[in-house]
């Protein structure tokens, strides 16, 4: 099974500032990783897929980068409504799921 | 636009059996992944498996002794079986449908289309 290891646990930040969050695999999964955010009591939203693509309607403050083990979202000026869970994902011979990083307001 | 719709019971007893059926609108059955992914209580997510258009179904490790997913194409409804349900098993599930991408060799899939959530408690 590939783990996928997300740092920080916890983002304190405030709004207009830059967001760099970190999912790491215990080993390669190419581009195949995407991301998503969930607001408390929602359901998971996809932002990312393939690494570096935004889904349909994603604002494009959102950006991921990396391939093989070391990926980044990056959220470029934080807007109110980003403050959430983002949680990245892959699908090698199982599919798992980070442990996620809360980007809270500080 | 394409709706994923879940339904099942949300309160069961220690032992007992989950039942959840995901009905899925406005897209065709096949060329997907479809999965079953649940949430604890503050907690993170996890994967309980996926079921393609042909039934082809594969779990997690750590559940597979006691799920079972199958799919009803006439219908367009897939569902989860879980049985001999503890407290540990109290989550919110989520019905989800994955998206297919790569080669035929060398592929994965991501999650675009979600369900609601079913709210499942195990309390005797």
């Known amino acids: 099974e590939i783990v996928l290891t997300q740092s920080p646990a916890t983002l304190s930040l405030s709004p207009g500032e830059r967001a760099t969050l970190s999912c790491r695999a215990s080993?390669?999964?190419?581009?195949?990783l995407a991301w998503y955010q969930q607001k408390p009591g929602q359901v998971p939203r996809l932002l990312i897929y393939?690494?570096?693509n935004r889904a349909t309607g994603i604002p494009a403050r959102f950006s991921g980068s990396g391939s093989g083990t070391d990926f980044t979202l990056t959220i470029s000026s934080l807007e109110p409504e980003d403050f959430a869970v983002y949680y990245c994902?892959?699908?090698?011979?199982?599919?798992?799921f980070g442990g996620g990083t809360k980007v809270e307001i500080k | 636009q394409v709706l994923l719709q879940q339904w099942g019971a949300g309160l069961l007893k220690p032992s007992e059996t989950l039942s959840l059926t995901c009905a899925v609108s406005?897209?065709?059955?096949?060329?997907?992944?479809w999965t079953w992914i649940r949430q604890s209580p503050g907690k993170g997510l996890e994967w309980i498996g996926e079921?393609?258009?042909?039934?082809?179904?594969y779990y997690n490790p750590s559940l597979k002794s006691r799920v079972t997913m199958s799919v009803d194409t006439s219908n367009n409804h897939f569902s989860l079986k879980l049985t001999s349900m503890t407290a540990a098993d109290t989550a919110t599930y989520y019905c989800?449908?994955?998206?297919?991408?790569?080669?035929?060799?060398?592929?994965?899939?991501?999650?675009?289309?979600w369900g609601k959530g079913t709210t499942v408690t195990v309390s005797s």
């Open positions: 079921v393609n258009h042909n039934g082809a179904t």
């Open positions: 080993q390669s999964v190419g581009s195949f």
């Open positions: 989800a449908r994955g998206l297919i991408s790569g080669t035929t060799w060398n592929y994965y899939y991501y999650l675009d289309v």
């Open positions: 393939d690494a570096s």
């Open positions: 406005g897209e065709s059955f096949s060329g997907y992944f």
């Open positions: 994902q892959q699908r090698g011979n199982s599919l798992t």
